[in-house]
């Protein structure tokens, strides 16, 4: 229940990455034979990628991962004096990448949300100006799964003739994802999150965006992304895409809302004073960010550990840190409900028996830790 911090490598991607650490081990950019080949499998990689997206090959770079997609989109199109405008609820990899840009002479505007986790179209209009080079906002959130209006977004985005930006780590592979349809100049897509291994990854460049490198060597990458390429990683990134292409037409997505509802109305039916954050608007289906008054998330989060069960308070990436996560506190969230949500957030894996293992196991966690909450006492008396 924690797939949106990682997914396993699946087998079929892991057979398709297996030659490359060994027989066919060539570098990419040799001339000879099994350079030849190496190159002929990230091309290969490539074309499954742009499929994935629906763009060209070409307009594919290849990156050590989401983070690195992020920073590449952001530092690769700002200069300073430039404006950026972005998101508070956007993952680290932005917001801080963001922060580290302002401090270099960027001008920086962060967008609030709704109450449900949206980016309103309004809030964008007020916040651009005549320099306004870039607008950054994710297509689905890590911890919430809310899904934001990003053609409107890009739009609104391209009459003010700035460039768009989009996170997709958490939207690839779990929503058909058409750059086209999107309107976006620049997306990214992280490889653990979508069945391939962690640092892989890769950014959506759209043709005639010009993008300065943020690392300087060879001309790999069409001089994008200097370095040898991760020949095995990039053609296990090329497989899970291409399967995660397959499971989307057949409609397996469908398949996982039906278990989201069932876990969700499940617990909800028996665990009180709990509720859904980001509920009743569009989400990803695997993700379901849940509530439950009086109890400390941390504690929750450890208890079910220990009973086997893997979920998340905030993000993965924020785990052990103190302060309740930002983007439940952006949506307005008073700081005891931000810490007492749970993220739990199904894979493609997930069985209907797991869901309702699940719905078994956390009204008995959650009434445990409330009977040992101090806060729990007087409100249950005065109410
Ligand atoms: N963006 C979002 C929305 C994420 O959820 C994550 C990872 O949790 C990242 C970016 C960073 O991706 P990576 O772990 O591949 O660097």
Redesign the pocket.
């Known amino acids: 229940m924690d797939a949106?911090?990682?997914t396993p490598v699946l087998p079929q991607v892991l057979e398709a990455m297996r030659p490359f650490w060994s027989e066919e081990f060539g570098n990419a950019s040799s001339i000879h034979q099994p350079g030849q080949r190496a190159r002929a499998a990230v091309d290969r990689a490539r074309e499954s990628v742009a499929a994935l997206l629906n763009c060209r090959a070409a307009e594919i770079v290849f990156t050590?991962?989401?983070?690195?997609?992020?920073n590449m989109a952001l530092f690769g199109v700002l200069a300073p004096g430039d404006h950026l405008v972005t998101t508070s609820i956007?993952?680290h990899?932005?917001l801080h990448a963001a922060q580290e840009l302002e401090s270099r002479g960027i001008e920086l505007t962060f967008l609030p949300c709704t109450p449900q986790g949206l980016i309103e179209v309004s809030a964008l209009e007020a916040a651009l100006r005549p320099n306004t080079k870039l607008v950054s906002v994710?297509l689905?959130?890590?911890e919430t799964g809310v899904i934001q209006s990003i053609r409107e977004l890009a739009d609104r985005t391209h009459a003010a003739g700035a460039l768009f930006h989009t996170?997709a780590?958490?939207a690839a592979g779990k929503l058909p994802l058409d750059v086209k349809a999107l309107g976006c100049d620049l997306l990214?897509i992280?490889?653990?999150?979508m069945y391939a291994p962690?640092?892989t990854?890769a950014l959506f460049v759209r043709r005639n965006v010009r993008l300065r490198s943020m690392f300087f060597g060879g001309l790999h990458e069409r001089g994008r992304r200097p370095g040898t390429e991760n020949v095995p990683g990039i053609v296990g990134l090329g497989k899970a895409a291409e399967m995660a292409r397959a499971w989307l037409v057949e409609g397996d997505a469908q398949k996982l809302t039906a278990l989201r509802d069932r876990l969700e109305q499940g617990i909800l039916a028996a665990a009180d004073e709990a509720g859904v954050n980001g509920g009743g608007v569009a989400r990803v289906a695997n993700t379901s960010n849940l509530y439950f008054d009086y109890v400390e998330a941390e504690a929750l989060v450890i208890a079910l550990d220990l009973k086997g069960l893997a979920v998340s308070g905030g993000?993965?990436?924020q785990s052990g840190a103190t302060e309740p996560s930002h983007v439940l506190t952006a949506m307005g969230l008073s700081e005891a409900r931000a810490r007492a949500s749970v993220r739990f957030s199904m894979s493609r894996l997930t069985t209907e028996d797991e869901v309702d293992a699940v719905v078994a196991m956390i009204p008995v966690a959650v009434a445990r830790l409330r009977e040992l909450s101090p806060k729990r006492q007087p409100l249950a008396v005065s109410s």
């Not at 050590?64 to 992020?70: A, F, K, M, Q, V």
């Not at 992280?190 to 999150?193: A, Q």
């Open positions: 949106n911090a990682t050590s991962g989401g983070t690195e997609s992020d956007e993952h990899a932005v994710m689905a959130n890590n996170d780590v958490q990214s992280s490889g653990h999150k962690q640092g990854g993000s993965a990436c």
